[in-house]
């Protein structure tokens, strides 16, 4: 069990930590909930329980993802907990309603959600961790459903995972 945190701001520090500042993002609720943070290319991806923003702090503008079809760039859901960079470039997103491939050069997204009676599926919706390995394998950590580990993808293109501590 974790504790409940208190709503955390957003701060930038300079001077070696000793003067720290205020940031407000350049949209409409300028001070969201942040749960992980990424900073990749000069920019930080931002998990929120608003979607996941893409941060260009230089130009001080924001990208959003949300909820939506996958066909129009939408995730599963907009509560993020985890992202984590693949190796070709890739976005991994994990929400609390399934995991999210995204292509942030073309901001395709590709949608994979929870099917607990399929052995080789994602065991449950709710992902609370990412992690690639040195193999490059993704291991996702659900709350309730243990942990999935990604092998490869069938004849299809689906993903194929491996679960681990289910039984």
Same mark, same amino acid.
């Given at each position: 069990?974790?504790?409940?945190?208190?709503?955390?701001?957003?701060?930038?520090?300079?001077?070696?930590?000793?003067?720290?500042?205020?940031?407000?993002?350049?949209?409409?609720?300028?001070?969201?909930?942040?749960?992980?943070?990424?900073?990749? /290319? !000069?920019? $930080? &991806?931002?998990? =929120?329980?608003? *979607? +996941?923003? @893409?941060? %260009?702090?230089?130009? #001080?503008?924001?990208?959003?993802?949300?909820?939506?079809?996958?066909?129009?760039?939408?995730?599963?859901?907009?509560?993020?907990?985890?992202?984590?960079?693949?190796? /070709? !470039?890739? $976005? &991994?997103?994990? =929400?609390?309603? *399934? +995991?999210? @491939?995204? %292509?942030?050069?073309? #901001?395709?997204?590709?949608?994979?959600?929870?099917?607990?009676?399929?052995?080789?599926?994602?065991?449950?919706?709710?992902?609370?961790?990412?992690?690639?390995?040195?193999? !490059?394998? $993704? &291991?996702?950590? =659900?709350?309730? *459903?243990?942990?999935?580990?990604?092998?490869?993808?069938?004849?299809?293109?689906?993903?194929?995972?491996?679960?681990?501590?289910?039984?």
């Amino acid at each position: 069990v974790f504790p409940t945190l208190p709503h955390r701001d957003d701060y930038r520090t300079g001077d070696g930590g000793r003067k720290v500042r205020r940031v407000a993002l350049p949209q409409e609720n300028r001070y969201p909930r942040i749960g992980t943070i990424l900073r990749r /290319d !000069g920019q $930080l &991806w931002l998990g =929120t329980f608003e *979607g +996941l923003l @893409r941060y %260009d702090v230089a130009a #001080g503008t924001i990208a959003r993802y949300v909820q939506g079809p996958a066909e129009r760039g939408g995730l599963t859901d907009n509560r993020i907990h985890a992202v984590v960079p693949d190796a /070709d !470039g890739a $976005l &991994w997103v994990a =929400t609390r309603n *399934g +995991l999210n @491939r995204l %292509d942030p050069a073309t #901001g395709k997204v590709e949608q994979i959600l929870a099917a607990p009676g399929v052995a080789s599926a994602l065991s449950e919706p709710v992902i609370s961790s990412l992690v690639i390995d040195a193999r !490059g394998r $993704l &291991w996702v950590g =659900t709350y309730g *459903g243990g942990i999935c580990v990604m092998t490869g993808r069938d004849a299809k293109g689906a993903p194929v995972f491996e679960r681990v501590g289910t039984d």
